[in-house]
Each structure stands twice: as C-alpha cells, then as structure tokens.
C-alpha cells in the first residue's frame, strides 16, 4: 500500500482487479505490505473477504508496523470468516515464512 493510503471500496475493488489482471485470474499467496497505510474503510475490509477478492489469493499475509496495528488487525480478523487463510505480521521474513507454509 502507498504510504499514507486511505483506502475505502473503490481501492479495494481496483486492487483486486489488477492483482487479477496480473496474475490472469489465478489465485496466488498475497504478502501486503500495510505499514504505509493511514484507514481503511469497513467497506474496503468487507469486500477484502468475500468472494471477489478470494479468487485472486490462496493465502494472505499481511505485514503491519506497529503494536497498536496488531491489536486492531486482530480485532478485524475475528469479527468475521475470511475466505483464504489470512494472518498477521510485524516482519516480511516471518510472513514469507508463514506463506511458504501455506503453499
């Protein structure tokens, strides 16, 4: 994510949309670097985990920079099923690591 992004539906709609883009329509395990990111809209977080935004990931890791970040991306990931295997990390190493595992 860019620095300093806000990203609401719309974002998360084109991301999704040109990962698929990429990867012609073939899921993939996801490492999401959001230590840049400033919010993110209930709307974006809801469309992240359903069925659109499933078929591009296998797994996702996502690497956040803070413990606060930890608390709230935990919350988030409890309020609700996620679709593809979804985890958090405070290191790319240890995301890596998690998504090999995933493979």
Not at 39 to 65: C, D, F, M, N
Request: glycine residues 6%; positive net charge; proline residues 3%.
């Amino acid at each position: 994510m860019r620095a300093g992004c806000q990203m609401d539906v719309a974002d998360a709609r084109e991301n999704v949309a040109t990962i698929s883009k990429l990867l012609e329509g073939r899921a993939a395990l996801l490492l999401v670097d959001m230590r840049g990111m400033r919010s993110q809209t209930r709307a974006a977080r809801q469309y992240l985990k359903g069925p659109e935004a499933e078929h591009v990931a296998r797994a996702v890791a996502l690497l956040i920079g803070s413990p606060v970040s930890r608390v709230l991306g935990n919350f988030f990931l409890r309020l609700g099923a996620h679709r593809v295997p979804t985890a958090l990390f405070t290191t790319e190493d240890q995301a890596v690591a998690w998504l090999m595992e995933q493979a």
